[in-house]
């Protein structure tokens, strides 16, 4: 029984740290949140929760971190992006988690104002697809937060109701 407390612990430690992951970069919170619960499915040999929910938990994990990229282009996009600025966005947004918080909020606008400014637009429509970038960045976000809820909500109902 002791055992089966410690590996609930160790399974509780990842999943919070998972979430944590989904806002602060360089942290990867889906696998770890889907770590997290399959050990603790895993500490308890799958008696409650099985491979569909699992495989069920796996895809959301996946699904996750396409949210962040599709967000990010979509914002762009609805403000008018060209494709330059939607590949500078994405740039923007990939180097902007290596340099830590700031980064990650200024990233995606940057790497958008970047392109737009190569592709030849003048500065108002590249300061308009970089706040859409950084809007279908939040989208992003709140999008994450959303699914790994589901993920928790998912598992929770399996495992306790």
């Keep these: 029984m002791d055992s089966l407390i410690a590996w609930w612990i160790v399974a509780g430690a990842l999943v919070l740290i998972g979430l944590a992951g989904l806002v602060l970069p360089g942290v990867p919170g889906p696998p770890l949140i889907f770590l997290g619960l399959v050990l603790a499915a895993w500490a308890e040999d799958f008696v409650h929760v099985g491979s569909w929910t699992i495989a069920l938990l796996a895809l959301l994990a996946l699904l996750t971190y396409g949210v962040d990229l599709w967000a990010t282009m ?18 923007g947004l990939v180097l902007g988690i290596l340099a830590g918080f700031p980064g990650l909020i200024f990233g995606p606008f940057i790497g958008a104002v970047a392109g737009e400014l190569l592709a ?29 809820c589901a993920m928790l909500g998912i598992f929770v109902l399996v495992r306790f109701v």
């Design 74 to 91: 979509f914002g762009a996009k609805k403000f008018g992006a060209s494709r330059q600025a939607i590949v500078g966005a994405i740039a």
């Design 120 to 148: 030849q637009k003048d500065l108002r429509q590249a300061t308009r697809s970089g706040v859409g970038a950084t809007i279908g960045l939040a989208l992003g976000t709140a999008l994450k937060l959303a699914l790994a």
